[in-house]
Structure formats: C-alpha cells, structure tokens
C-alpha cells in the first residue's frame, strides 16, 4: 500500500521559516515525481511545486516561486518543502502527492500538514 | 493558467440516485482531466484521469466524459460512502489547476 506522510507543520509568525516532509512507503520513490499542493482553509486545492524523480527539474507556482524551495532524498525516500518569508496567505493544510513521469495529475496523497501563518 | 469552473458548488442526492458535476475549462484541455475525492482524516482519492479514464481501484458506478472545454463527472446509484467533496483538476499543461469543489451531501 502507497503511502505519503507529511510532518512540520505549525504555528508560525509572519516573515519566519519552515520546512516541510514527507515520508513515501509502499512504492519505488526513486521513480516517480513528486507535487506540493495546499489548501487554505474553506478554499480550494492549489498546485505549489513539482520536483523530478531525480530532481533534474523543479517548477514553482507563482504565489510561492522565489520563496519556497522544493528538494527530495531518494536515499531517505523523502521528499522536501522549504518555505522561507511565511506569509498569512501561506496558511493552508499542505499536502504531498506522488505523480507519473510527463503526467501533471497526482495519483497518490498525503493526509496533509497545517501551516498557520500568524503574529 | 487554465482556469477551471466547477458547478454545482452543493448538490444534495439520496442514496441509489445518479448525479453528475459539470467541470469547464477556460481554453481547450483536450482530454486531459482528472477528478478527485476529498473526505475528513483521509488521504484525496484519484478517480478519473485523462476525462475517462478509471484509476484502478475507483468503482464502475463512476464515470467521466468530455473533452476540449467541457466535462462531466457521472456517479449512478449513489452509496453512502460516496458523499463527500469532489474537485477537477486540468492536466494538460503547468501549472495544474482545480475547479472550486462540489460538496455532494445526503439530501
């Protein structure tokens, strides 16, 4: 059974730092590329970041490029969110997916980490 | 970005009945579609991708059609666990984008 656990979210004050992971079991990770998507709370599902099975690419959405930085381990089967300058607009439950190559729709999910954004 | 508008935002049903949501695409997304589940405490499902196309594991009692700009999600003789919130989502091309939900509650 394929599963994505994400971990450290929490309660953060604007302007700060935080990263996110997220753990895959029951699949090769080495295989597959991996998606950010959040969802801010009563809202929808935003797509935030894509990193490559070998992290040859990353792509970034515009709300978060040049601020959050997406990395993974294949050695540790986990998969990376660093968020840098946290706004009250970032504060979303934030999820994991796991993604075919060439193929933007997300197969698998995490439950999900919240992140609150808040002096 | 493809901007995706989903509609009914609620839509209340009983058990054993058949409902359908409307996805459209704000240009040509070919056939490249998915639809997804969202329930409390449990990961989102994958149900259809590429418009019609069934992810392994998601019951024949879901269907999905369409193509270019408009798609339907069909769900016949609805089950009780079937109620939850449903999202589309394009993908066609970067970046993905998701239609508002629709919240299928027992009537």
């Known amino acids: 059974e394929v599963q994505l656990v994400e971990s450290g979210g929490g309660l953060e004050q604007p302007g700060s730092s935080l990263k996110l992971s997220c753990v895959v079991s029951?699949?090769?990770?080495?295989?597959?590329?991996m998606h950010w998507v959040r969802q801010a709370p009563k809202k929808g599902l935003e797509w935030i970041a894509l990193?490559?099975?070998?992290?040859?690419?990353?792509y970034y959405a515009d709300s978060v490029r040049g601020r959050f930085t997406i990395s993974r381990d294949n050695s540790k089967n986990t998969l990376y969110l660093e968020m840098n300058s946290l706004r009250s607009e970032d504060t979303a439950m934030y999820y994991c997916?796991?993604?075919?190559?060439?193929?933007?729709?997300?197969?698998?999910w995490g439950q999900g980490t919240l992140v609150t954004v808040s002096s | 970005d493809v901007q995706m508008t989903q509609s009914p935002s609620n839509l209340p049903a009983s058990p054993g009945e058949s409902v359908s949501i409307n996805c459209k695409a704000s240009?040509?997304?070919?056939?490249?579609l998915a639809w997804y589940q969202q329930k409390p405490g449990k990961p989102n499902k994958l149900l259809i991708y590429?418009?019609?196309t069934l992810q392994s594991g998601t019951p024949s009692r879901f269907s999905g059609s369409g193509s270019g700009t408009d798609f339907t999600l069909t769900i016949r003789n609805l089950e009780p666990e079937d109620f939850g919130l449903y999202y589309c989502?394009?993908?066609?091309?970067?970046?993905?984008?998701f239609g508002s939900g629709t919240k299928l509650e027992i009537k």
């Open positions: 990193i490559y099975y070998d992290s040859s690419n990353k």
């Open positions: 029951g699949i090769t990770f080495s295989g597959y590329n």
């Open positions: 997916a796991l993604g075919y190559k060439g193929i933007a729709f997300f197969a698998h």
């Open positions: 590429s418009g019609s």
């Open positions: 240009k040509s997304i070919s056939k490249y």
């Open positions: 989502q394009q993908h066609n091309e970067y970046p993905p984008t």
